[in-house]
């Protein structure tokens, strides 16, 4: 294995366990009520990406893309059907052991980024490593590697509100990657990016996740970053238009 930032980083926090984890939906709709009016969300959606896939996901604004990500990272719950995460039914789960996997096993880009305002640059990275207790000295060398690996060595000490929004999205993937999840889900990761910077975050995302075994589900709108990935879906007003695999 080539030794990357994240193998080193791995080593120093003592964490062993390598692999990507199984994603799968059953016949999951969602609908949400707004007011009087219902929307289909997803509709009775079936999927299923094997341990170490990457699925990368497509389809017009409002399809349901980022509706999918969430159900699967447990944000929200599905309306009908379930989701099993490494043959296990989230709907099974206790909220505290949903938290505590997706804390420790998930990574997400959000559409939004959802940095914190009130914490610097290095420490929206680290974000996963400063909720499981670690100390500053431990993952602040960690955070300086990363950092400069994505062009952000300068911007440790910057506020969210202080950079821009290509910087605020790589900042974001970064604290996606650095607790070494075994599943990655991103929404358009590379929609704030330059086409070479966001080549650049997807050659790190692959690599990343392709050396640790990751399962990754990222949505985009672009095709060039659709064919990242190892298989590829459509979805059109919650059901899946089209897929195709590489
Ligand atoms: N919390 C909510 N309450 C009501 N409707 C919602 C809610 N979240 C999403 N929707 C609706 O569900 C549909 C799917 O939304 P979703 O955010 O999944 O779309 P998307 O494919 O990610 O779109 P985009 O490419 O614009 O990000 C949309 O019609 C949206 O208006
Ligand atoms: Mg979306």
Redesign the pocket.
């Known amino acids: 294995m080539v030794e990357t930032a994240a193998t080193k980083s791995r080593e120093s926090v003592g964490e062993t366990q390598i692999g990507g984890c199984e994603v799968r939906l059953d016949q999951v709709s969602k609908q ?1 009520t ?1 007011g009087k009016e219902q ?1 289909v ?1 997803l509709d009775k959606l079936s999927i299923e990406v094997k341990a170490g896939e990457f699925l990368a996901v497509m ?1 017009a ?7 999918l990500l969430n159900l699967v990272a447990g944000l929200d719950k599905p309306s009908q059907g379930d989701i099993f995460l490494d043959g296990r039914a989230i709907s099974s789960w206790k909220d505290n052991q949903l938290t505590l996997f997706r804390r420790r096993k998930i990574g997400f880009v959000f ?1 939004l980024f959802n940095l914190i305002p009130t914490l610097s640059a290095e420490e929206n990275a680290a974000l996963p490593l400063l909720m499981a207790g670690q100390h500053r000295s431990i993952w602040q060398p960690q955070v300086s590697d990363w950092l400069k690996r994505v062009g952000l060595e300068s911007r440790h000490k910057h506020y969210p509100a202080e950079l821009s929004g290509g910087q605020m999205q790589r900042i974001a993937i970064v604290r996606a990657l650095i607790h070494h999840p075994s599943l990655v889900l991103a929404d358009e990761p590379t929609g704030n990016l330059d086409s070479k910077t966001g080549d650049q975050m997807l050659f790190i995302l692959k690599e990343i996740t392709e050396d640790l075994g990751v399962t990754v589900i990222m949505v985009t709108h672009d095709p060039m970053v659709a064919a990242y990935g190892h298989a590829l879906i459509t979805l059109k007003d919650g059901r899946i238009l089209d897929s195709a695999a590489r």
Request: charged residues 10%; glycine residues 24%.
């Open positions: 949400y707004q929307v969300a389809g604004s409002g399809s349901g893309k980022s509706t559409q």
